[in-house]
């Protein structure tokens, strides 16, 4: 790929990050699937104190069923019509509207190698005959939908109540077409930590204390490949301190964290 985000056109299918087609699952793979989807529980209203939580308390499973076109759609067309302006309609997606807009900005344009006609770079994301160009031989979600997959994980746990403060998720392997996503998670670390902040613009002033827990998150598919392994920080309502409280202190800008930090140990 060189110094670019797409194959040449030329060299299409020369080289693949990866090997393995769309997963074949027999009928047990889809029966235990089933099993750990209809798992799930949300807690929803009834409140996790702080205090009732252990380290090595334990996080679902999540199943995610298997990856689809309407799930990569679903996406890519909300966050097209969330960010749409003047000039990008809802409806930027359809292609007459997405042909006129490659036409004022040819710049982000490609070519399409079987019609010739312009497409956006997002489609190689969920277009088999595109996903070449990233070399990659199924379609394959996007790095910030793989972040946000746990989030599930960690609300269905902490009720309405909890909020996340924070979380990292390293980008491993694509979540492809057809592939099956177990997460789970862990209680690694409990601490009160105080949040301060400013009334500089940007930043929200005062100074509060809340109750943390730190959680390790894991993701894997249906060969056992992790996908996307992270961390994450929620706060939790608490027995002496009371409700989490909104919005959160923070400065006008947060502290740099090294990468190696939040990698292993950001919680």
């Known amino acids: 790929m060189g110094a670019t985000r797409s194959m040449d056109p030329a060299r299409l299918g020369e080289h693949m990050l990866y090997e393995r087609g769309a997963h074949n699952y027999t009928t047990q793979n889809i029966q235990d699937a089933l099993g750990g989807i209809k798992k799930k529980t949300r807690r929803g209203s009834v409140t996790l104190f702080w205090e009732d939580v252990e380290i090595g308390d334990e996080l679902g499973p999540l199943v995610l069923p298997p990856w689809t076109l309407q799930d990569q759609l679903a996406y890519h067309f909300l966050t097209y019509a969330a960010s749409a ?17 490659m036409r004022r900005w040819p710049g982000r344009a490609r070519i399409h190698p079987n019609t010739y006609w312009p497409w956006t770079p997002g489609n190689e994301h969920e277009d088999a005959v595109l996903s070449p160009y990233r070399t990659q031989p199924l379609p394959f979600d996007f790095g910030l939908q793989r972040c946000q997959f746990p989030q599930q994980l960690l609300t269905n746990w902490m009720g309405d109540d909890g909020f996340i403060r924070r979380q990292q998720a390293s980008l491993r392997r694509p979540v492809f077409y057809s592939d099956i996503t177990t997460y789970t998670g862990e209680v690694v670390k409990k601490s009160v930590v105080v949040e301060k902040g400013t009334d500089k613009s ?57 990468f190696e930090t939040f990698r292993t140990d950001w919680f």
């Open 85 to 101: 302006g003047e000039e990008m309609p809802g409806d930027v997606y359809a292609f007459e509207p997405a042909y006129h807009n």
């Open 202 to 258: 940007g930043g929200i002033p005062g100074e509060q204390e809340y109750y943390a827990v730190g959680i390790r998150i894991h993701g894997f598919n249906q060969i056992g490949e992790e996908q996307s392994p992270g961390t994450a920080t929620v706060y939790l309502p608490s027995r002496e301190g009371g409700a989490v409280k909104l919005p959160i202190p923070h400065p006008e800008k947060p502290p740099y964290v090294p």
